[in-house]
């Protein structure tokens, strides 16, 4: 027979600054499939929500997507260096 110890332990998961913020705008118009693309800050897809208005007078309803990197860590530990996910193997875990 074999035995296990679980050591349950807290963690937080927090905003990664040096990962940074994406922001994509959708044209929410019907018949319209245009994007922002991704943004490496909101202003450059909000800006191109004001031109795409502007060039299409009715086209007011967008959709706001962002996206963000978390950490998280072991309560009581420091955050280990930001890893490029090329260079780390998540365990089988989904991305």
């Known amino acids: 027979m074999t035995r296990a110890v679980y050591r349950f332990v807290d963690h937080t998961i927090r ?9 994509e705008l959708f044209c929410m118009t019907y018949g319209c ?3 922002s ?3 490496g800050n909101a202003e450059d897809a909000q800006d191109w929500a004001l031109r795409h208005t502007g060039l299409n007078p009715g086209h007011e309803l967008y959709r706001r997507e962002f996206s963000d990197h978390a950490r998280v860590t072991r309560a ?4 280990a260096a ?7 193997d998540c365990g089988g875990a989904a991305r």
């Open 33 to 35: 499939d245009k994007s």
């Open 37 to 39: 693309g991704a943004q």
């Open 76 to 79: 009581g530990q420091e955050p």
């Open 82 to 88: 930001l890893i490029s996910r090329s260079s780390h």
């Open 15 to 23: 905003h990664e600054p040096a990962g940074g913020i994406v922001a």
